[in-house]
């Protein structure tokens, strides 16, 4: 993102707040490319993306104004850049139906408050569905404009090759591509005129003043009303239990008999199947993510969705043979060659990460833990913001210090290195159970290059490893400490 692209998102603001925003600040990275900022004044507050690829903005812009007119609940679209790749939307918060449940699972049984939410969300899913799909208009849709043949074989082709290949499950690829054909048939023959939102999950799911609201719909097409259900209701991380999986499921779908004709048995089949291509999709997912490019939250996800896959085919009942798949998923499920690469993720203690910012002019941090271990950097090769008089009264926390040491590429630079040299360390530190790492970076006076470094290298840890580590920040010469 460069700095044309900045004084966009400024304009936007401006133009719809009516002056300047007094903070803008960088959120904390999705699983996306987008970039989001939350920009402020003391009275308003919106978030802007950026995102380079225009059609994925053109159909989000689209769909968000189209659901806005049916009184969807969906973020107001404030502006848009002329180029299309920055936009302004409603700020709805930061706390998701997924992180309302992660906060409140420690309590025991699931969530009541929980169970509720999620009533609301199904009893406002047949009205995208439904209401949603009247007069949405699907040549903005992206990548394909319906859930069709070539859709569902690209995800049975992604668990294939990025999940069963990488795992070393063994299979006959004829065999299961015969049963990839009977099995696209079934899935085809299901009404499929409505809107399919694609990523109907707790994560995309917003609770602002006690009501749901929906984001990240842009990957939306028509399809079949089973899908976005079996999304929602078997999103492996949300560990949502079997008794209340089949209350929810009876909650939807009474609310969609109040607005169309059901015959239950059918839809019943149908849900099966596209409950068991929408895992295999998502397994596909943490395949890639996870084996291949080693990201532990998606190697997290692996266990829960073996979980769901194992329930799934003792309920499962589907009016078509396709005997080598279910052979395969079964093997699947309590297959040996899995052990090496989900080892050490269920029931884990965190590892504990000790983050610092200090001064080298005030003595290198001491060892509490007496192992030696872990790291220090030295950020004073990095151009320094403190040689400006502006930036003098100011640390790597704020704003205007963060957007000096990203002007020209070389803390973000330095970062990349850290992050690569420090993800090896974490991986076999969880993997061999260990207890403690410490994380410093250092510069002259511990204010400006070494805060901003910590606390980039806080948000990479945590977006990448999630609840796998427990992180302790402390920003030495600013007396500031705080556990994340």
Not at 72 to 98: C, N, R
Not at 108 to 113: I, L, Q, S, T, V
Not at 246 to 254: A, E, I, R, S
Request: charged residues 30%; hydrophobic residues 35%; proline residues 4%.
């Amino acid at each position: 993102m460069d700095e044309k692209h900045t004084r966009q998102i400024r304009t936007m603001f401006l133009k719809w707040c009516g002056s300047e925003p007094e903070q803008m600040e960088r959120m904390p990275v999705s699983g996306s490319s987008r970039i989001y900022f939350r920009l402020s004044t003391l009275e308003k507050s919106a978030v802007a993306v950026y995102n380079d690829d225009i059609r994925e903005n053109e159909a989000f812009i689209s769909y968000g104004r189209h659901f806005k007119e049916k009184r969807l609940p969906v973020p107001e679209i404030y502006g848009v850049s002329d180029d299309k790749a920055t936009y302004l939307q409603e700020d709805l918060g930061d706390h998701t139906l997924f992180s309302f449940i992660k906060d409140n699972a420690e309590k025991g049984d699931y969530p009541p408050e929980a169970v509720l939410y999620y009533q609301r969300v199904l009893e406002w899913l047949p009205q995208f569905q439904i209401n949603g799909h009247q007069g949405l208009d699907y040549s903005k849709a992206y990548p394909r404009q319906a859930f069709d043949e070539q859709s569902m074989r690209w995800d049975l082709n992604y668990f294939k090759y990025y999940f069963l290949k990488l795992a070393n499950i063994s299979f006959d690829e004829q065999e299961l591509e015969n049963d990839y054909d009977t099995f696209v048939k079934f899935l085809l023959n299901a009404p499929s005129d409505y809107f399919l939102y694609r990523d109907f999950q707790s994560r995309n799911i917003m609770i602002k003043e006690g009501q749901p609201y929906f984001i990240d719909f842009q990957g939306g097409r028509r399809g079949a009303l089973q899908y976005d259900l079996a999304s929602l209701l078997y999103d492996a991380k949300a560990k949502i239990p079997n008794d209340i999986r089949k209350m929810l499921f009876d909650h939807y779908l009474n609310n969609l008999k109040a607005m169309k004709h059901v015959d239950d048995d059918l839809f019943i089949q149908y849900y099966h199947g596209f409950v068991l291509i929408r895992i295999m999709q998502a397994m596909g997912a943490y395949g890639f993510r996870g084996f291949y490019e080693r990201k532990t939250h998606f190697l997290q996800s692996i266990p829960p969705a073996l979980n769901n896959l194992r329930f799934l085919l003792g309920e499962m009942d589907i009016p078509i043979k396709i005997p080598h798949l279910n052979s395969v998923l079964n093997d699947l499920v309590d297959a040996p060659a899995l052990k090496k690469y989900v080892r050490g993720f269920y029931n884990k203690n965190p590892l504990n990460i000790e983050l610092m910012s200090f001064s080298y002019l005030k003595g290198l941090p001491g060892d509490k833990h007496g192992n030696g271990g872990g790291f220090l950097f030295d950020c004073r090769c990095i151009h320094n913001p403190g040689r400006y008089e502006r930036y003098k009264h100011l640390n790597g926390r704020d704003n205007e210090v963060k957007e000096f040491l990203k002007q020209d590429g070389e803390a973000d630079e330095f970062l990349k290195h850290a992050y690569l040299m420090v993800e090896q360390a974490v991986e076999k530190y969880l993997d061999r159970n260990f207890e403690h790492l410490f994380i410093g970076f250092g510069c002259t006076g511990g204010q400006h290059r070494s805060v901003y470094c910590t606390e980039e290298m806080k948000n990479h840890l945590k977006e990448k490893y999630g609840d796998q580590v427990q992180i302790y920040l402390k920003h030495r010469e600013q007396e500031i400490e705080e556990k994340i």
